[in-house]
């Protein structure tokens, strides 16, 4: 049995100050993948302590070489795809062709980010002073600490460390507590792949408490400069709050009540097949998922009809083969699932599969791939009638649940699509250009898709939300520059005498009381 553990300027921390887990297949509960060494608070505040000593050193690496150095990260991961997408399979059941594209994600993110160390551009500007000139630089925020989970164990960890080290940042990175396998894998292609010194990059796994205390700790000794976080809204908040207590933003990608507006014009089969993918691909565990279709009510007995059938054919089952979705993260995601199944009420009508809840030898569904009894799978569930009152229309329900509801006019939908108060994600399906500007313009969402599912964004796009969904930090792109590095502006006067700014500034003559003759 592999046991793995953290690690801290480059030596594994030994024995397992917090606990020994078990980190199990969850498509195959008997398949231990792997035992994990959990670290505490003050493993966690070491390892802070470790990037606070590496970072100057990283940061005197000229940008272009930080940048050659994602360049082999890049390739390296690209040629370990196959493997790391089997272990994302295997650990958390995410079906292979998925996790191939969750491992073509970092390789995006590499090959956005590689020429970025030749560019990371300041500015040269005109000072309103002779002889003076003014510029900016940016600099390294200095040592980043990124706590990310476990639906997307390599990809969105990888817009957190790419572009942090590449600005000349260290870090420390703490997995998901259910993804440690995938953690570890992707922190040792970074570190070999890279050739990245001891220090810069430093893996903890640990459970959130230990992580939320060691975090509190590292912020006091002031090892900490900038927070990055995915997870729920609710330990959002929690993070955000403890940042802000030490006048830091964090970079916080939260949870999503996503919507998709479905318009009278609509290519229905397409938004069907739409609403398949977003709201069961990942079974429903991304933070991109969708929520409630908004459905106008001139259709909405045909798209139910479309997407009920989509859904009864999809294959749900074993990841290792071609199925829409396979299981439950985890054992956790399972138990919180059920909690959500009690927000169903009699006045909502349920679609998409032969039943509801866990899907067993005893409570099949149709054309299961695989053994049901070996997983924790769950049936898919359409909801519909769902009223704006709900729990189940106000509060994300991570898993494969989708609820429907109708709308009369556009200003209504957008209304519906807002109420919730995320502000993650959202599509509309129309043909008509008017009411997706319209559209585009009122809904309370970072990103909006037309046409297209409200999940899959590309990794060269800023990411991220508003609301319950985040503090409108984005991720991706150039945009996230801006959470790894601080401006510094200079000026640099070479007139040999003291000019003030604002005084000792030269005034023209203007007339501004000059009209042209008549
Ligand atoms: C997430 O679920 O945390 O847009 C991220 C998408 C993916 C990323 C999802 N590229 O669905």
Redesign the pocket.
């Known amino acids: 049995m592999r046991t793995i553990t953290s690690v801290i300027a480059g030596t594994a921390v030994s024995g397992a100050p917090a606990a020994m887990i078990e980190d199990r297949n969850p498509a195959a509960l008997h398949d231990v993948v792997a035992e994990v060494a959990l670290a505490d608070a003050a493993t966690f505040a070491a390892a802070c302590r470790a990037a606070r000593a590496a970072q100057p050193g990283w940061a005197d690496v000229p940008a272009p070489i930080r940048g050659r150095a994602i360049a082999h990260i890049g390739r390296t991961v690209e040629a370990n795809a196959e493997r790391l997408a089997r272990l994302v399979t295997r650990e958390i059941g995410k079906p292979y062709a998925e996790a191939l594209g969750e491992v073509r994600?970092i390789v995006d993110t590499c090959d956005f980010f590689l020429g970025e160390g030749r560019r990371l551009y300041g500015q040269t500007v005109g000072s309103e002073m002779p002889d003076k000139q003014l510029f900016t630089f940016r600099n390294p925020v200095g040592v980043v600490a990124a706590i990310t989970?476990g639906?997307?164990p390599v990809?969105?960890p990888s817009w957190y460390l790419v572009p942090a080290l590449l600005c000349g940042n260290t870090v420390v990175w703490k997995p998901a507590d259910y993804s440690p396998a995938c953690g570890a894998a992707l922190f040792e292609l970074f570190v070999r792949g890279g050739g990245l010194p001891d220090g810069v990059l430093n893996l903890v796994l640990a459970d959130g408490a230990s992580t939320y205390d060691g975090l509190a700790t590292a912020l006091e000794e002031g090892n900490v400069d900038k927070v990055g976080f995915?997870g729920s809204s609710a330990v959002g908040a929690k993070i955000g709050e403890l940042a802000g207590r030490h006048l830091q933003s964090a970079c916080l990608?939260l949870g999503g009540k996503n919507p998709m507006v479905v318009t009278p014009s609509a290519d229905l089969d397409l938004a069907a097949e739409g609403a398949l993918f977003s709201g069961f691909g990942?079974a429903g565990?991304?933070?991109?998922?969708l929520g409630t279709a908004v459905v106008h009510e001139s259709i909405h007995d045909d798209f139910l009809a479309r997407f009920d059938k989509l859904t009864r054919q999809a294959a749900i089952g074993d990841p290792t083969d071609a199925v829409l979705f396979g299981p439950m993260l985890d054992e956790k995601f399972a138990a919180q699932f059920d909690e959500y199944l009690h927000w169903l009420q009699p006045h909502h009508a349920l679609h998409g599969s032969s039943a509801t809840g866990r899907i067993t030898r005893d409570n099949p569904r149709d054309g299961f791939v695989g053994d049901p009894d070996a997983g924790v799978y769950y049936h898919p569930v359409i909801v519909d009638g769902v009223r704006e009152d709900d729990a189940i229309f106000r509060q994300e329900t991570f898993g494969p649940l989708v609820g429907i509801t109708t709308y009369r006019d556009l200003d209504d939908a957008i209304r519906l699509a807002n109420l919730p108060g995320y502000g993650l994600?959202s599509a509309i399906y129309t043909t008509d250009a008017e009411e997706v500007f319209r559209f585009r313009r009122g809904v309370s969402a970072g990103m909006v898709s037309v046409n297209n599912s409200t999940?899959?964004?590309?990794?060269h796009l800023p990411?991220g939300g508003n609301g319950k969904s985040g503090n409108g930090s984005r991720q991706s792109g150039i945009w996230v520059l801006d959470q790894f590095t601080r401006w510094q502006a200079v000026n640099w006067d070479y007139s040999g005498r003291l000019q003030k700014a604002q005084m000792d500034v030269a005034e023209l003559s203007p007339d501004e009381s000059y009209r042209l003759p008549e």
């Open positions: 994600e989970a639906n997307f990809a969105v995915t990608e990942t565990q991304r933070c991109t998922s994600s999940s899959g964004a590309e990794a990411f």
